[in-house]
């Protein structure tokens, strides 16, 4: 018998263990640009929860999450609008500390755009992005993205964080949904 998500999958576009062995790397290098300072992954619910579970386990350096989670209007067609409302704030001020975003997609741009706007008038010391996917070529709104896990094409994805309808998070790999089986 066919898993459920089967039946939604065109072709898988990052199989499991490429996507470890880049999160890997991404820990590797955040731990070097970060040793010594007071490190805070702030993961956006509830796409970016995997990666930052897994991304967590390969920093060799201390650091402490928090969570925020937002909701964009709009998402029934499957775009942000660019109006983003707080669902839940951050449980602790972030002034003074270096701040990583971690995201599991940077689409349109508008969600980050609103976020990082909203979180540097919290003065931070330093705020930057870790994304682990990147669909540069959907971009509205120009957001510095510091470190990409990978460069995608314009293709619905999901698995790894990511939905479709609510369900299928759980995957350990990105994959491309069937044409036809989502209104674009
Ligand atoms: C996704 C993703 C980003 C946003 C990116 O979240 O996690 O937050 O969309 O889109 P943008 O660049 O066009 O603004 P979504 O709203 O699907 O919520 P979810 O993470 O809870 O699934």
């Given at each position: 018998m066919n898993a459920p998500w089967e039946t939604y999958l065109?072709?898988?576009?990052?199989?499991e263990e490429p996507l470890q062995a880049r999160i890997k790397e991404l820990g590797a290098q955040i731990s070097a640009d970060y040793r010594g300072k007071d490190l805070l992954l702030l993961c956006i619910l509830k796409g970016g929860v995997l990666f930052l579970t897994d991304l967590m386990r390969h920093l060799s350096i201390p650091h402490e999450i928090d969570f925020l989670a937002v909701s964009s209007y709009g998402k029934e067609v499957r775009e942000?609008?660019?109006?983003v409302r707080i669902l839940k704030d951050l449980d602790d001020p972030i002034d003074g500390r270096h701040v990583l975003i971690v995201e599991d997609i940077v689409d349109t741009g508008h969600t980050l755009d609103y976020i990082t706007r909203n979180l540097r008038s919290r003065q931070p010391a330093s705020l930057k992005i870790c994304t682990l996917?990147?669909?540069?070529?959907?971009?509205q709104v120009d957001i510095p993205v510091d470190y990409v896990g990978f460069a995608i094409p314009d293709k619905f994805v999901f698995g790894y964080g990511l939905d479709l309808d609510e369900k299928f998070?759980?995957?350990p790999f990105i994959g491309v949904v069937k044409q036809g089986l989502v209104v674009e």
């Amino acid at each position: 018998m066919n898993a459920p998500w089967e039946t939604y999958l065109a072709e898988k576009l990052i199989d499991e263990e490429p996507l470890q062995a880049r999160i890997k790397e991404l820990g590797a290098q955040i731990s070097a640009d970060y040793r010594g300072k007071d490190l805070l992954l702030l993961c956006i619910l509830k796409g970016g929860v995997l990666f930052l579970t897994d991304l967590m386990r390969h920093l060799s350096i201390p650091h402490e999450i928090d969570f925020l989670a937002v909701s964009s209007y709009g998402k029934e067609v499957r775009e942000s609008t660019g109006v983003v409302r707080i669902l839940k704030d951050l449980d602790d001020p972030i002034d003074g500390r270096h701040v990583l975003i971690v995201e599991d997609i940077v689409d349109t741009g508008h969600t980050l755009d609103y976020i990082t706007r909203n979180l540097r008038s919290r003065q931070p010391a330093s705020l930057k992005i870790c994304t682990l996917l990147d669909k540069a070529e959907r971009r509205q709104v120009d957001i510095p993205v510091d470190y990409v896990g990978f460069a995608i094409p314009d293709k619905f994805v999901f698995g790894y964080g990511l939905d479709l309808d609510e369900k299928f998070r759980h995957l350990p790999f990105i994959g491309v949904v069937k044409q036809g089986l989502v209104v674009e």
